[in-house]
């Protein structure tokens, strides 16, 4: 088994999905540990740091790769296995930044109002005790959280030759910012380009769903993975699967599209693995989905649906490609 | 404590929120046991019973209620806890309906495609084991999934003299087709009108997050409920507290409105009890939230934003309300 | 051919569609000579008068009516021909209201910004120069604009028994805010409960397409018109004709639902008009459709769609009944 | 002045918005003689023709570009404008492409119905009658319309590094499809990279506002245009000035943001050109704007916001570029 160790020099960092030159080839089935810089590039520190002050704020998720994988080629599927994501510093970040996230009027949804008051947090975040702890700005509360860390965006390059920003999350994952991105689950991508090209970056220490001021707790993460190809299979929309659970994440605007997306893949995914009908599959759906938003905040809003295993009758997906990686994972 | 009993007949049912005389008057502490049809007044019953041939489908998910609360003023706030939902039959039923649903063209957002096909499906419902049957129509999938009643309607009359329908959800709580609304729940409601006039209905064996198809397990219900209230303190949306969630309701098209307007009344909320400014406790909501969708097929969207107590510092909503809720319930 | 005059005391004012008990009957064939005072019943008179202090802002667009149109029965087609509608004052007024309006966070679309500042203007007009002016608040621009009166509101009873409010626009017309609805024009309504019950209100001096702050150059009106009435051929949504043009109005939110609800309203109106398919005329209306936006303000978004009659074969809709009415109206 | 003439090959067809090397280097001042394709690049010709099996529908627009233009850099403003568009056949095509369009579910906005048929309209174009004929499918109808030739797309390389597809429309331009773009209008984009990198196609020999099947009159164009540079001043969103009116063109889901976008940025330009406050700009345009929308089919939906220039006092926008260019053009 490969073992690949990576961690990127500023002039490494990745910032486009597509449009990048693969930083390493990899074999299916290559253990990499990885290092991946927060989404600003570490140079919000203080609770004085001002993004618009301090960086381009067009530029954020700096990402770990892009990554060859060897034999990947278009209409393949990728299995991308998070064995662990561990915060790679004891404080993490998050911010307001002028007309960006999910309660104010933005550059797409524009409104004539002032934006609101551009303010810096600054989490502790302790590994061993596993909390990350809030402090307000305007008051003196300060609160543990749990640690549950996460990726913010994972992605292949997309099709139709196109390069996106980092910020966005689409049909080739991105910058989905869900917390279902965590340790233990699996993610299929459908591959667009020769050697699918992934990257990963956007740590967050944790996250509510929607992440509605549009910054979770951004910091440094540690990243083992384990890489993984299927022949075909491509889905349209990326998938998540972990012991628990299936997930689809749909991406678009409004977010009513983002969920219409990630349901209906669910009900191609469902239909197939049971060997059921469209509507028999939609009618299962309609009892048992979980509907968590991801994200409201970026260039499109995300939603993950979810299915518990533990509902359906037994049966493997991407033929026990899951199972598979978790025992791989166990054994290093 | 008073113990009210009702069940309506045909003749009693609601069929709106607003415009409908109060069918009885009940004081702030009653306890009120009730029977509930289901959403099609149990004209469907049969797989092969269509909505369409049986019922007037603008008439669904018929009311017991209104009932008027004595001291109910406009700007107070009602409190309605759930002390058990449980089915009153041996069998849901669940249907697609033309131009309704999710994941299908409207009479809102209207298409040019051909309708999907209209379907029935009959689940058996087992109190005793907790169980649901799903029964797949075109293969002989029959899958157990747990039993989780919950109700899809719950509110009072709506501001300004309007008149909605019941498959409406909006800022007086109605068709919010939440799986919250379940047993040990309290739903906080803002009360328009004198008396409040609030009803329930639309019983669900089981529901999934977003109920997409727009039919849950549909099926007629016993509530035993405890009617409480709270001078002034009106939520500008509904709201729910279990032992384990403080949770805000938004209703709205497309979704991103229903989910802004319930983050932003949790952060009046959160911000308001634990004594934290307005920026703060959006930042903090940004790392705790969690969203999962309620309904994406009503006339108004529903988006619910929970945050766990147990992530806050100790305090008391409503003056404790719902604790004092659950110990009157415990007593029963 | 009957003529009433009527102008409504403030006590007589309507403030819902539906749930309004009828000011006069009238035969269809009447002419009606009405008088509908502003959106803000004359309360907004002076740049320094601002409406959240002056009235209850969740009240406005006072309707002169309902009237019970004889004959009318649900699934007719109320037709309301426009002989004339000129300012019954030489002023009208337009006010930005916090958290309303196009380009700001609202109540509906929640931020966490500071609304925009109440200002209120007050135009001159000149109904002799067919003018209107705009004075600048915070400059010296005076600037002539043309006089294009017009009617915001024009609205039926609901069906199903809903009672809405002044500000809503939807299947029953009500709040469109169309700058279509001027002198010349008829409207068709779907007719949902006996007698039609329709009402008119909310005269603008002018309107931009969208009227982007929410309110127009508010006046009250002198309305001549002539009530006619089709048996069956209810329309799913209003639909105007002109000399010109055939429209249709289209309600919901986002706007994308609006326009798609006046498309395929008009897609079945052409074809059933010409003889042709629906993917012919959902053909033929992709070249020739004018889609001018109506609201982006109200509870409900509103989009026209506007086929010019002079690139279409020769029709007569509703039996030539626009002509006739012109007809009529020339002989006034 | 210089002149240059281009008509690509099919291997010098651009495919995207950024991403593509130039096909020409043009200095300010000069005019282009262009040629270009059809959305189709010429596939399409009969009714029994199918574009998902004629070609890859992921590629349509084939662009005549980019052309780099000497001096542009990131901040300025490109001003192109267009002294002809005339169609280089006798015919061209229409078509609907399975889950493509207005007025059905898409790839966007999933759902489980089945797509419309796939169907092929050929119209024919006499260039000197100046009409454009529609014949029918499924009946003998055949209506001449007037030839309004304008182009779908005219954009530039987007900013940070992005590569978009020539199916959306965005800051950059792009494929707008607004009947706007015609000849006598003068498109002003910002530039986000060195020499602007703007290209041209989408030739529409006529188009409804709102392209409701996703595809216009589809035919190649001769276009005669003169580019121009201002430095600086680049607008947030591409504008267009002709003779009568100003316009902002905003893009975005849902259309209602497209509108957002393009109102602002209408206020902004008005308050500059006029002087006048934001809050006056705002209300002014309330009054004046017309609202036409121009694309509700592709990536991003589009809105032109216009106002009539003899409306507003005298003013100059660019320093009287768009004047300037239309006398360079009569002179040609």
Redesign the interface.
Known sequence: MDVIEFAPTPEQYG??F??TAPIRRVRPGSVLQLWSDDAFAGRLRDTKDRASALLDT??TNPQTGPFFVEGAEPGDTLALHFVSIEPARDWGV?T?LPLFG????T???????????E?T?VYEIDSAART?T?N????D?R?L??LEPMLGTVGVAP???????TAVPDTFGGNMDTPEMRAGATCYLGVNVEGALFSIGDGHA????????????ETAMNVTMIVDLIKGGAP?WPRIEDDRHLMTV?S??????A???A???M?GWLGGL???????A????????????AN?VDPN?S?A?KVAKD???PMRAYGGMHQHLRELAAGL
């Open positions: 910032w486009s597509g449009g067009r530029y998050s307001t999910g309660l104010t009027g550059t797409r949804t524009a409104t004539l109002q002032d934006p609101l008051p303010l947090w990350v809030f307000a700005n305007e008051s509360h609160i959280l749990p099709e139709r030759g196109e390069v996106r920003s944790r996250q509510g769903e929607g992440e509605s001021c549009g910054v979770a707790v349209a749909g678009g605007r409004p977010l009513d599209d969920w219409r997306a349901q209906v893949d009900i049971l060997g059921m009908g469209k509507m028999d939609y009618q299962l759906l309609t009892q048992i989905s979980e509907s968590p938003i409201m809003f939603a649906v509902l359906l009758p």
